[in-house]
């Protein structure tokens, strides 16, 4: 399961499970990048922890900003190469998100998104932990999952995603109330309010929730 992005959930096929969005879904993902893009115009230095195929990514690229993305997919990290191009202000690296190979208070904002923290299947808290050691003091972290609201789009999406041989095929008996259970291994859990502040429990930092669109919830986190 920790390789199912890199084996089997990469590149073209990662790209396919957008391309297969609903009008709903499609909604709720330009909310989503509206959110960031707000918050980026701000940064002058910006991370994203699992950029995949840079879809996000390559709506932050501008002028005057260094974009880094990191991956553990070398096929995704290729085909976001070829979509974003090489002179626009991007770097790509191979890196696991829960040990970033990047010295500390360095970045102006560090984003894991599109629930990234269920996704990743990593050890959260050290995931959260990282990301708060590479942010500058004054800097922001934000985080996002789904709002309860969007369970029946979310699932709906799923669905399709399964329906086209993408994901596996989902458990329906084991599915429901925030989670999601494929027959071939693929889990997807939801982060809500409670895990966000469990999360970041204890941690030198101020947190503050954000809910959009009735599909995207947000944890905005910021160093003091």
């Known amino acids: 399961m920790n390789d199912y992005y890199s084996e089997r959930l990469s590149a073209h096929r990662l790209k396919l499970c957008y391309e297969l969005a609903p009008p709903r879904v499609r909604r709720y993902l330009e909310a989503e990048s509206a959110f960031v893009l707000d918050y980026a115009r701000r940064a002058k230095l910006i991370l ?36 974003i191009g090489s002179d626009r202000g991007c ?6 998100a829960a040990c970033l190979g990047f010295g500390k208070n360095l970045f102006d904002l560090v984003l894991c998104i599109q629930n990234g923290l269920s996704a990743f299947k990593v050890d959260q808290r050290t995931l959260v932990a990282e ?22 789009d979310r699932l709906h999406w ?59 919830l947000f944890c905005v986190v910021t160093l003091p």
């Open 91 to 96: 770097c790509l690296v191979a890196m696991d």
């Open 158 to 216: 799923f669905r399709l995603q399964a329906a086209q041989g993408v994901l596996g095929e989902i458990d329906e008996e084991a599915t429901g109330d925030g989670l999601i259970v494929c027959r071939d291994g693929f889990v997807a859990t939801t982060i809500d309010r409670n895990d966000f502040s469990r999360l970041l429990s204890g941690l030198p930092v101020e947190f503050n929730f954000v809910e959009r669109d009735d599909s995207c």
């Open 48 to 83: 994203e922890l699992g950029c995949g195929y840079g879809r996000v990514l390559q709506t932050l690229c501008a002028p005057n900003r260094t974009v880094v993305g990191v991956d553990t997919s070398l096929d995704s990290l290729r085909l976001a190469g070829r979509t």
């Open 131 to 152: 990301a708060i050691r590479v942010t500058r003091p004054g800097g922001k972290v934000i985080l996002s999952s789904y709002s309860e609201k969007f369970w029946d």
